[in-house]
């Protein structure tokens, strides 16, 4: 980080001063100055969203729109993934790969009927924008959102909040979205989120965001719930963090990602290749890859941290964990690390590293605590 970056002052969300209201503990993330709890602090946050509903501020992620005839064919060739063949108000996780197979970002596309709304993650936005604008921007108008509110409602309870406020929104089912007015302000909203919960994630004007998030948190069923309650929960959904989890030195087969890929993006499909990396990424497709992303499961209590080493019985180092906790729902230490193929096979055991001892860990499939989405 050079010194003008660190130096340079938080941007803030639309729900910076609600966040004080609130009593947040505010901390830098990715350039934003982010809520990572609430005073009920993140135990109870993280119950609050396997119970009932959770209000998550996540405007600090980029929102583009992706318009022109041309936009979902360009858009392919920056994706591994179907986005053509992507059916109005349907949504999809993609992956920005680069020319060694390696992944610069995740991100989410949706298909309204003004174009291609693209989700990418805060830290990377700027980087993701040039690589849309120099790659694409010939075939199709990128037009920027990044003062647009994002917030994301979360948990079992979460579609009574929403119907209330606006009805027939409970109709939507996991990965659809549509135009609605939630409590008279209008929004675009898809039922997805990142949690493992059933739940919406609503993309809102600036001047609108307070508003909108003040009458969501008047429903009975909601709390606000900040960042570190959000990793816990991926964590225990099995779900990657970008720059933990994945990055530019991991393929999306490495990365158990393949899921994301459809038929007709795969080595003999109607739209094969054509993306960055889609030779390396067919060939693990075909033969595999040397490491895995896997689940680990701790069988003492101790909590397994980020950048713990993971040996085998000999003290063979294996990997490295690239995020790990104490699940607050499994009541167990829960992780993922990048281990060889040979060790990444279900009920495998393997050592965590952790201050001179060695604690025995099960590679266990993922998620750790089933998945609730909502398909209808």
Sequence with gaps: MSAETASAPLLQTPLHALHLELGARMVPFAG????????????????????????????????????????????????????VGLGLDKQRYALFTNAQGGIMDDLMVTHRDDGLLVI??????????????????????????????????????????????????????????GF????????????????????????VAAADTDTLARKLLEQPEVKPVGLGA??????EAGLCLYGNDI??????????????????????????NHYPGADIIGKQLAVGARTKRVGLVGLERAPVREGTVIVDHQGHKLGVVTSGTLGPTVNQPVAMAYLPVDH?????????EVRGKRLPMRVTPMPFTPNRYYRG
């Design 32 to 83: 934003y100055s982010m809520p990572v709890q609430y005073p009920a602090g993140i135990l109870a946050e993280h119950r609050q969203c396997r119970h009932e509903a959770a209000l998550f501020d996540v405007s600090h992620m980029g929102q583009l729109l992706l318009k022109g005839d041309d936009a979902a064919r360009a858009l392919e060739t920056l994706v591994p993934v179907d986005i």
């Design 120 to 177: 990418v993650n805060a830290a990377c936005k700027d980087a993701d924008l040039r690589h849309l604008r120099e790659r694409i921007g010939s075939r199709c108008d990128i037009v920027t959102m990044f003062d647009r509110g994002l917030l994301a409602l979360q948990g079992p309870m979460a579609v009574h909040a929403m119907a209330r406020l606006s009805p027939g929104i409970e109709k939507l089912t996991f990965m659809t979205g």
């Design 180 to 203: 609605f007015k939630v409590g008279g302000v209008p929004c675009y909203v898809t039922r997805s989120g990142y949690t493992g919960e059933d739940g919406f994630e609503i993309s």
């Design 230 to 235: 959000r990793d816990s929960l991926r964590l």
């Design 247 to 272: 990055d530019t030195t991991t393929t999306p087969v490495e990365a158990a990602l393949t899921w994301a890929i459809q038929k007709v993006r795969r080595p003999g499909g109607e739209r094969e």
């Design 344 to 352: 990444a096979i279900v009920a495998h055991e393997v050592y965590a």
